[in-house]
């Protein structure tokens, strides 16, 4: 494999993010700019904020990757950008740039699945290793991934219904806390002792699928009946209930996927992530089982262009590039 820098560019979401990334392991610069702040006041993020924020941002922030990695423009190989999943006008902004970028730098392109992003973070933090299993849970999915060799994703489970990151902001915001909801949801599950038995979501036995709108619900029916029977739940014991019934499930079938299809390397990825209990629980479940588990800093486990770069490197190293007609997909497969 011949050496390869590439610059990477991530706007699926909230997030603008550029990098650069060397030898698809060696991050030489991740900025990220977050514009939770501008979404609070909404509760969850307006899509056309977003567009007009990436906009705003993305040409500073494609200086200072570029700055702090200290590169000049004859050392990039590629331009690396996230085309799918997301917010279309999101999206739209980033694969522009990227665009324009390569044309006038005259680079070849790359289109970069923002999961298999999720997934390559790993590869930052420890060479990824085939076969293997990764456990994506962000606040749009929540999937299990097989995975042979570099870039072939097989993808074994998903939620039916809410993904995991969807259910702890909707759950949070029943609370009265504000967006995102997740990580203050795990603070308080920390503090509280799971004493209400919410249900799990087995589904089907033979099923690496997930579903938590019925856990949402009833965690918001045990709220509302509370309030008629005069129950007192803290928030604290909410919160740890809601988030044990998250993890059993969560681990459990992670645990059996690994086993039926005979891998021994498991990989974390995505923002829930960042989730103390669920890094936990994996890191016991792994330890018992004799796997061996990877999962990124908090930095690299929330939308960043890093992990866009890391997937980026294998398309450049394997010659697929994206020619003029890359566009933005919401619903981009897998
Ligand atoms: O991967 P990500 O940054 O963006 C998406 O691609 O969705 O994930 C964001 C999601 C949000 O739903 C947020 O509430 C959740 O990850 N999250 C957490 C924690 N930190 C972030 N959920 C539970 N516990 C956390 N500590
Ligand atoms: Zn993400």
Known sequence: QNLATILAIETSCDETSV????????????????????????GGVVPEIASRH????????????????????????????????GLVGALLVGVNAAKALAFA?????????????????????????FPLLTLVVSGGHTELIYMKEHGSFEVIGETRDDAVGEAYDK????????????????????????????PRAWLEADSYDF???????????????????????????????FQASVIDVLVTKTMKAAKDKGVNRLLLAGGVAANKGLRQALTEASEKEGLKLTIPPLKLCTDNA?????AGTFLYWSGKYADDRLNGQAGLML
């Open 171 to 198: 759950v949070a915001r029943t609370l009265g806390l504000p967006y995102p909801g997740g990580p203050r949801m795990d603070l308080l599950a920390q503090q509280g002792d799971p004493v209400i038995d919410f």
């Open 19 to 42: 990098s650069v990334v060397k030898n698809g392991r060696e991050v030489l610069s991740n900025i990220v700019s977050s514009q939770i702040e501008s979404h609070k006041r909404f």
């Open 54 to 85: 990436h906009v705003e941002q993305i040409t500073f922030i494609i200086e200072e990757a570029m700055n702090e990695a200290n590169v000049t423009k004859e050392e990039i190989d590629a331009i690396a950008v996230t085309e799918g999943p």
């Open 105 to 129: 730098w005259d680079k070849p392109v790359i289109g970069v699945h923002h999961i298999a992003g999720h997934i390559y973070a790993n590869h930052i933090v420890d060479e990824l290793t």
């Open 306 to 310: 890093a992990m866009i770069g890391a």
């Open 211 to 241: 579903s938590f709108s019925g856990l949402k619900s009833s965690v918001i029916n045990t709220l509302h009946n509370a309030k008629q029977r005069g129950d007192e739940w803290t928030n604290e014991e909410i919160a740890a209930s």
